[in-house]
């Protein structure tokens, strides 16, 4: 079944490290993004892609970083510069155009 | 700038009783509206859309939603909702211009027995 996958699920990390979080779609979507959670604020966009090997800042990406290699797969790393990191980070694909995204069952990411 | 508006962050209910979330829209431009629904801890799960046609659209479990551009309005509704429902049902708009979703804050619905 063709779908988008998230790793870990839970993820738990010491301050002053890196950390990346998986995201693979096997969805043949050119266009995959990345979202903070938290209580009350809604999605907010971290980085998005619409093409191997180009991606773009969304509203909050001080802190991240990402790469776009290969179609199916767009890793987020959580640096050490972000100050808050502890979240709950959810990752979407979509095709060309609008037609809605498809979600990850995301990763909760905690700063111990 | 396109924004998505949703007009309250709770809204609780009984069960068996119908429910209205609603969701405004600032947009110049052709538009293409979205409800996506989350429960604790998981991914958000496309309800139903809006892309063009009947302004009318339902979804498999008896949400539906009604596509109103005068009020540029997409609000939700349900006639009879039940405890299963209780999540957080986020509002998204998207234009042809940019490729991307714009989404609401997002609103809780909770269903009490």
């Known amino acids: 079944d063709g779908g988008i996958t998230q790793s870990p699920k839970y993820l738990f990390r010491k301050e002053g490290q890196n950390v990346t979080l998986s995201c693979e779609q096997n969805?043949?979507?050119?266009?995959m993004y990345w979202y903070r959670q938290d209580p009350g604020q809604g999605l907010r966009l971290i980085y998005y892609s619409q093409i191997v090997n180009d991606f773009q800042k969304g509203d909050i990406a001080e802190g991240y970083s990402v790469s776009r290699e290969k179609k199916e797969s767009f890793p987020l790393t959580v640096t050490s510069a972000q100050k808050n990191p502890t979240a709950f980070y959810l990752c979407?694909?979509?095709?060309?155009?609008?037609?809605?995204?498809?979600f990850g069952s995301g990763t909760r990411l905690t700063v111990v | 700038a396109q924004s998505v508006t949703q007009l309250d962050s709770q809204v609780p209910v009984f069960e068996e009783a119908p429910v209205e979330l609603r969701c405004n829209y600032s947009s110049s431009v052709s538009v293409y509206l979205f409800w996506y629904v989350q429960y604790p801890n998981q991914g958000l799960q496309l309800l139903l859309k809006?892309?063009?046609?009947?302004?009318l659209v339902e979804s498999i479990n008896g949400f539906e939603a009604e596509f109103n551009k005068s009020q540029t309005s997409f609000h939700l509704r349900k006639p009879s909702v039940h405890i299963s429902d209780t999540a957080e049902y986020f509002c998204?708009?998207?234009?042809?211009?940019?490729?991307?979703?714009?989404f609401g804050q997002g609103t809780t619905l909770q269903v009490k027995p």
């Open positions: 998204a708009a998207g234009s042809s211009n940019t490729g991307k979703l714009i």
């Open positions: 979407a694909s979509s095709i060309a155009g609008i037609n809605g995204y498809t």
């Open positions: 809006y892309l063009s046609g009947s302004t």
């Open positions: 969805l043949n979507h050119d266009a």
